[in-house]
């Protein structure tokens, strides 16, 4: 795949130790919001660079294997403060609805990311965001310098968030050096508690991204911009766990964005519409299956034909 077509993704990698149904034992899997985000553009079809932190012990080493295996260009970036030691750590269990909670035990700290010339996108957001936040808009500021759209999904986590009215207003300023924000209910719900979340999703274009994809869980997602909406149902599976759903949502968005490359501002229905389909089904296989489990394109069906010239 040419250069053109490359999703640069900016974020942490790390190891997600789910629990088991008795709460006693963990299974280790390779996760972080951008590194699952990566993984899944790379299952699709295209290229993904990933640059991230990660620690020189064996969780680090598995990490890296894992992003190896799937095609991922990691780019490991060194640390602010010196050489990082620990990888970083999520401890998870699902509810009877297979709904994800995080104790999350994370350091990113970094000095600077370098460019990805001429990538198709940059992605970035979650947990790098909250914790190394002008790392990350320094990132995205020299992305849109370039000609190179931003991608955002905040993935809030509470935890590591910090006051609401903080978190609030880092978000906000960071959203306006998008052009695609990706926000789900629980996010709304989290930053502006009681708002209708459609109301919401729409009045965040005011901040700049020329498209805003709100995710609504088994109800599917909906896109807007300053022209016109677009609604995509959710395929009805039998939902495992929703660990890395959102990730790989993002991954089917941007790759079908990046194959029709179609400036944002110009945006239509069909195209957006499009890119739904094929996040909301990737999104909901990843559902369908324990951790953070992407599929790859030739498990999509018919909507795979619609992945555009990135899929390889």
């Keep these: 795949m040419d250069q053109q077509g490359v999703i640069s993704v900016v974020g ?3 190891v997600d130790l789910v629990a088991a149904a008795d709460g ?10 951008p590194a699952n985000a990566a993984i899944a553009v790379a299952r699709l079809g295209g290229r993904a660079v990933l ?5 020189t012990d064996l969780f680090g080493a598995m990490v890296r294997a894992h992003l190896d295996e799937s095609g991922v260009d990691t780019r490991v970036l060194p640390a602010a403060t010196g050489a990082t030691s620990a990888t970083s750590v999520a401890f998870a269990a699902t509810d009877e609805h297979g709904v994800a909670r995080y104790d999350l035990r994370v350091a990113w700290d970094v000095r600077e990311v370098p460019p990805v010339p001429g990538a198709a996108f940059l992605h970035t957001g979650s947990l790098a965001a909250a914790l190394a936040p002008s790392v990350v808009e320094a990132a995205m500021r020299a992305a849109r310098a370039a000609g190179t759209p931003v991608s955002l999904d905040p993935n809030i986590r509470p935890t590591l968030a910090g006051r609401p009215e903080v978190a609030r207003a880092r978000f906000e300023r960071q ?12 996010d709304l719900e989290w930053l502006y508690p009681g708002t209708d979340p459609v109301s919401r999703a729409e009045s965040l274009l005011i901040l700049g991204p020329r498209l805003v994809v709100l995710t609504r869980g088994p109800r599917g ?3 807007v911009t300053t022209s016109f909406a677009v609604e995509r149902a ?12 959102g990730d790989a949502f993002t991954a089917g968005l941007l790759m079908v964005l990046a194959g029709r490359r179609v400036p944002l501002g110009r945006l239509d229905k069909i195209t957006v519409g499009d890119a739904l389909a094929v996040a ?7 559902c369908s299956r324990a951790g953070a489990d992407s599929p790859r394109a030739s498990e999509l069906g018919v909507v795979a034909e619609v992945l555009g010239p990135t899929s390889g």
């Design 280 to 286: 909301t089904t990737v999104g909901a296989v990843t």
């Design 51 to 55: 640059s991230t932190s990660l620690g």
């Design 24 to 33: 006693r034992t963990f299974t280790a899997h390779p996760g972080g919001g």
């Design 175 to 186: 959203a306006g050096l998008a052009d695609v924000l990706k926000v789900s209910e629980e």
């Design 12 to 14: 942490e990698a790390l």
């Design 221 to 223: 997602a909906l896109a």
């Design 234 to 245: 959710a395929p009805e599976i039998d939902v495992v766990d929703t660990v890395g759903a």
